[in-house]
Nanobody, 121 residues
Framework: QVQLVESGGGLVQAGGSLRLSCAAS????????MYWYRQAPGKQRELVAS???????NYADSVKGRFTIYRDNAKNTVYLQMNSLKPEDTAMYYC???????????????WGQGTLVTVSS
């Protein structure tokens, strides 16, 4: 069984910074792409950023220049450094990973439980 556990959320003032972490654990053979999504109240879940195993990144336009995604493959962990936070960044943040488990025949998507980020004005 593979689990993703996020941490690092909290309450921060506008203009502040937070760093989210997402650690994968369990019987893991390999992790391909890792993602951060977010879902604000009353809105659909949206992709924030992604990173391949080789380090290629992509960002939503709304966070470009403010957020940075990076990963530590040795620790099976992905991070999201969030700077210059705005009230509209308030949301539940989820990580997702394409994982090949120990007894799996193919990669599968695994989601974390989410961590709440609240940005006050």
């Amino acid at each position: 069984q593979v689990q993703l556990v996020e941490s690092g959320g909290g309450l921060v003032q506008a203009g502040g910074s937070l760093r989210l972490s997402c650690a994968a654990s369990g019987s893991i053979v390999s992790i391909n792409v890792m993602y951060w999504y977010r879902q604000a109240p009353g809105k659909q879940r949206e992709l924030v950023a992604s990173i391949t195993r080789a380090g290629t990144t992509n960002y939503a336009d709304s966070v470009k220049g403010r957020f940075t995604i990076y990963r530590d493959n040795a620790k099976n962990t992905v991070y999201l450094q969030m700077n210059s936070l705005k009230p509209e960044d308030t949301a539940m943040y989820y990580c997702k990973a394409n994982v090949l488990g120990g007894k799996w025949s193919s990669y599968a998507e695994v989601w974390g439980q989410g961590t709440l980020v609240t940005v006050s004005s």
